[in-house]
């Protein structure tokens, strides 16, 4: 069976998911994994991430953690990503060791690195639809 084909619940017991996706994600899935559709484009400066990695960061991980890990893997120090941001080195450094970070900082550092953010918010009630938004970094803006 060819991957895009996967079922809902063969791709929750394949990809280890808490959840089985939804129809979001499996219409993402199957653009991805396409007959003769090219996989998304990986910047050239991207490092390799292990799955461990990947589940340590992202899965278990605070904000202020995946800032820090983005930060090594772009083999940055605070100090170039703080003036990159319109921060201070200390201040980055004191989101990477917190879990409570104000959205617009978060923003401009993950700017910084060369990342966008996206919010995605999961319905408790499941009659709900999730709701997911970007948010970029403009410099200049208030």
Excluded at 6 to 17: E, G, N, T, W
Excluded at 33 to 55: C, F, H, S
Aim: glycine letters at 6%.
């Amino acid at each position: 069976m060819k991957k895009h084909q996967r079922s809902p619940a063969q791709v929750k017991r394949d990809l280890h998911l808490d959840e089985v996706p939804d129809a979001a994600f499996m219409a993402l899935l199957a653009k991805v994994d396409g007959a003769g559709e090219a996989p998304p484009r990986v910047p050239a400066n991207a490092a390799p991430i292990t799955v461990d990695q990947l589940e340590a960061v992202c899965i278990t991980g605070t904000v202020g953690e995946l800032l820090a890990h983005a930060r090594r893997q772009n083999q940055q120090s605070l100090d170039v990503v703080g003036r990159s941001a319109g921060v201070t080195r200390a201040r980055v450094q004191q989101i990477e060791h917190s879990d409570n970070v104000e959205l617009s900082t978060l923003v401009k550092i993950a700017a910084a690195l060369g990342y966008r953010v996206r919010i995605r918010l999961e319905p408790v009630n499941a009659a709900l639809p999730p709701l997911t938004t970007g948010l970029l970094y403009r410099q200049g803006a208030a």
